[in-house]
């Protein structure tokens, strides 16, 4: 079956054709690491995930998910502190790792961060004013967005609406009122580097153009993030990338999750329900959170409550169940293919809910099935399936008793680790990387040494 992805840019639902099938590119905005990531940032970073498990079944990726480290908010979060924002984005972007980590999420295959990035952003800013697509201004460098027709296309607003969303400072150096900052200069006090417009830093949006541009190429296959990144954040992209490459199609489809409310009102510190993924690993295991994540179709609001993580824990404890009473599988699930029902709702745009349910019908298969041989392939298809969604990777005994077990055999480990020797010697390290974290989040580490690598399971 055709992998289908819904594109934000057509409005409708497309076949997935990437430009490269050897090398197949996506993006991901990832975090601004000035506090602990909650539980809205966690979405996009298990939708896209998933998204990435399911593309490597076809496609060698390459998987980018950048850090913002050079933000306002970063700046204030480090004043406060009276640290850098070194160590304001260093402390973050750990707990970042940590909390992903706890959710299954896989290490991307590239993490670029902001800050060692800027002589691209440069480079990129000097591109868009010798074309006239951006101009000088005290110390700012702005996009002429007049200068790009196309603007506004991906969120399909009018000029009247795009100002109102992008809530634009009406300066008296813009050209017009909706002209957007790519470098803007820095006080004393700030964190800046030189430029030729004088000491500063750059604009939030410039940030993800560049970091795509070196890491990926001028044009990539998917750019995701959430819906609240449509406008004003990958408009600006799009527009900023397309004129600095003479035009060249920026990405092939644009992917967005939905919002994440809590107990049906907008999460907001002002309100006071700002979920932490900390405190939530608190109350459940991280699975049981990644679960109740992918309880809605990514493309729909999911509304976060109490009882949406106790019904996931709940819905985990009959997939284990199914598992735990049959025996003879572990040695057979990692060269048995997903469930073909469960991968048709993956692949028709991650419907997850559908995925969901063709897992726990296999759940049912297997119990209610009297052949000891049919019951364990059918276990092992559970498992595998599983695995597509990140979902059972502990062992079913050690699910139930909270014990820190894997269900990956000293077999699969061997033949990761000899996957991983592979990629190094062909010096694909972000292959070799990714395995890595595969083995991390599996509770597996490992120490690179003279005579070989060595591992051992955590815990």
């Not at 070194?86 to 970042?96: F, H, K, L």
């Not at 900052?181 to 750059?202: A, F, H, I, N």
């Amino acid at each position: 079956m055709a992998l289908t992805v819904y594109n934000t840019l057509s409005r409708s639902k497309e076949a997935f054709v990437p430009g490269d099938p050897e090398r197949v590119t996506m993006y991901v905005c990832g975090p601004t690491v000035y506090s602990f990531p909650h539980i809205g940032n966690a979405r996009p970073a298990v939708v896209f995930d998933v998204l990435a498990r399911l593309l490597r079944r076809r496609y060698r990726l390459v998987y980018a998910r950048n850090i913002t480290d050079v933000d306002d908010k970063i700046n204030a979060a480090a004043a406060a502190a009276g640290c850098g924002i070194g160590e304001i984005a260093s402390r973050y972007t750990d707990a970042y790792h940590q909390d992903m980590a706890a959710l299954g999420v896989l290490p991307p295959d590239v993490e670029p961060a902001a800050t060692a990035h800027i002589g691209d952003m440069l480079a990129m800013i000097g591109t868009l004013l010798g074309a006239g697509h951006a101009y000088a201004a005290e110390g700012h460098v702005l996009f002429r967005v007049k200068s790009f027709p196309g603007y506004g296309q991906l969120s399909r607003r009018g000029q009247r609406e795009l100002l109102a969303g992008a809530r634009v400072e009406v300066a008296p150096y813009k050209e017009d009122a909706g002209d957007f900052v790519l470098w803007k200069p820095s006080t004393s006090e700030q964190p800046g580097w030189d430029s030729p417009w004088g000491r500063g830093r750059p604009g939030w949006h410039i940030e993800c153009s560049a970091m795509s541009a070196r890491h990926l190429g001028e044009t990539i296959d998917i750019h995701g993030g959430g819906n609240d990144l449509i406008f004003p954040h990958h408009e600006n992209e799009l527009a900023q990338s397309t004129c600095a490459h003479q035009g060249a199609t920026f990405s092939r489809y644009w992917m967005h999750n939905g919002f994440l409310n809590v107990d049906h009102t907008k999460m907001s510190k002002s309100l006071g329900n700002v979920l932490l993924v900390r405190e939530l690993l608190e109350q459940a295991p991280g699975e049981a959170v990644r679960l109740a994540l992918l309880a809605a179709h990514y493309r729909q609001p999911l509304d976060w409550s109490g009882e949406l993580l106790a019904q996931a824990r709940r819905n985990l404890d009959r997939l284990y169940g199914s598992l735990r009473d049959v025996a003879g599988w572990e040695d057979d699930w990692s060269q048995t293919e997903p469930d073909a029902t469960f991968m048709a709702a993956l692949e028709d745009d991650l419907n997850t809910p559908r995925a969901l349910a063709a897992l726990f019908d296999l759940a049912r298969d297997v119990n209610r099935s009297e052949d000891a041989a049919g019951r364990r392939q059918l276990a092992a298809r559970l498992r595998a399936s599983g695995e597509v969604l990140g979902l059972l990777g502990a062992h079913p005994e050690a699910w139930f008793t909270g014990a820190s077990v894997t269900a990956l055999s000293n077999a699969d480990v061997e033949r990761l680790l000899a996957a991983r020797r592979e990629a190094r010697a062909r010096r694909d390290f972000a292959a070799a990387d990714r395995i890595r974290g595969e083995l991390a989040a599996a509770g597996i580490s490992i120490e690179d040494g003279p005579d070989g690598t060595r591992w051992r399971r955590s815990g």
